[in-house]
């Protein structure tokens, strides 16, 4: 397969991943909303048993935590998906990559599929910088 169009192919799927990501984080919020309705008044008075103040707040901290770790890792495969567009930051790349790695399944075969197509000669010729 031609180098250029393995690095476009990489390209769309790092978009695709990355908008994936950012949109099922959002999922994340349900957990900032379980908290707050753990400390609400409501929850209080209506409850057969009493709920530990710490556990909403605990929750919905968590909740946030992991909504702004898994953002961060959708934003960063955007920027990667604008990296390969434009044949640049390939070492930031393959960093994006192998963070990927650790999400099973997809984000693990995109790090592997990005990781050996960046450490192939024939498509990191394409980084190179040109002067004129």
Known sequence: MDPQARLRTLSVLHYAYGAFICF?????????????????????????????????????GLGWTLFVVVEAVGVLNLLAGGWLSRRTNRTACMVVAAFDLLNLPLGLLLGVFTLVTLNDERVSVLFEPTFR
């Not at 349900?30 to 556990?55: K, R, T």
């Open 24 to 60: 099922s984080g959002l999922a994340l919020l349900a957990l900032v909303l379980i908290g707050h309705f753990m400390n609400s008044d409501w929850l209080a008075e209506h409850a057969q048993s009493d709920v530990p103040g710490w556990m909403g707040t605990f929750i919905s």
